[in-house]
């Protein structure tokens, strides 16, 4: 009964980040892959050397819980050092140098002119601030002159984000 449980939840763990939906829960599983791997091959482990009784549904849910940790194995390999990657071949002409400034201002945050200050300190030739509302949108406002291209997207859910 325990492996029955067990992995039909880490089933759904695995097969959740793939559906077509944009809520956090979700998503939050891509975040855990790898945990989800080692406790489904525990689990499949387990599963033989304890389970006396084999019924059809065990036998499926072995193979279900197979075919995951192949497909985890299939999308961590790419991460490792085994995964062959294509290297390109340097160039002559080499790109100048950008400088970018990433930044979470913490909505909550009035101290405007501090983060002004530190942009014109480091005068960085892109700017992402994190978390921004209205209220930073206007205190921000005294770098278009200077960053004329940029995209503006204030939310009061701490979502938002200007990039310069």
């Given at each position: 009964m325990w492996f029955i449980v067990i992995s039909?939840?880490?089933?759904?763990?695995?097969?959740?980040?793939?559906?077509?939906?944009?809520?956090?829960?979700?998503?939050?599983?891509?975040?855990?892959?790898?945990?989800?791997?080692?406790?489904?091959?525990?689990?499949?482990?387990f599963s033989f050397i304890l389970i006396d009784e084999y019924d059809v549904w065990i036998r499926i849910l072995q193979v279900l819980t197979l075919i995951s940790i192949i497909g985890h194995l299939a999308t961590l390999s790419k991460y490792t050092s085994f995964h062959k990657s294509v290297q390109k071949e340097p160039c002559d002409i080499s790109s100048e140098i950008i400088t970018v400034l990433s930044a979470n201002v913490f909505q909550e945050n009035k101290e405007y002119e501090q983060f002004i200050a530190l942009i014109n300190k480091y005068n960085p030739d892109v700017f992402l601030t994190m978390e921004c509302d209205k209220n930073w949108e206007k205190a921000l406002s005294v770098l278009d002159h200077k960053y004329k291209y940029n995209i503006k997207v204030a939310l009061d859910n701490t979502y938002g984000m200007h990039l310069y």
């Open positions: 039909i939840l880490l089933l759904f763990a695995s097969i959740l980040p793939y559906m077509p939906l944009t809520h956090w829960f979700y998503r939050f599983f891509e975040f855990g892959k790898i945990q989800i791997l080692i406790l489904q091959i525990t689990a499949l482990i």
